[in-house]
């Protein structure tokens, strides 16, 4: 009878270890089962990250593009006002300098020559350049 039983307790003990040794190998493969689903997850999302990198690279430089050409053309835009405002100052600067340069040979013509009137005229179609 003690022999039945040391027997059946070894039997006993055999099987739970071969009933661990089959949870082991189980607990095993799917541990590898999960860290292979965690790599081609890890692979899968970094290339999807690079992916949404590499459009948002595209799309920045696009953005760039039409900014610096916007920029361009509203520079190219204030230039020619620029030109232009610098044009009209100028010609009424010279007009107006002109006008002071009559203004003064004239009451310089005035004093030299007091009442001739068409010397005067005459003096002043000689120094006003033909435009």
Known sequence: MLGNKLTAALQERKAKLAKLDEAE??????????????DELIASGTASKKQLISEAAQLAEAKKLEIIEAAQAQ???IKAQADQAREAEKSELYTQFESMVKKTAMAGLKKLIPSKAEVYEQYMEEITPNK
Do not use: G
């Not at 190998?25 to 965690?38: F, G």
């Open 75 to 77: 520079a190219t835009i």
């Open 25 to 38: 190998a189980a607990y095993d493969e799917l541990i590898a089962k999960a860290q292979s689903e965690r």
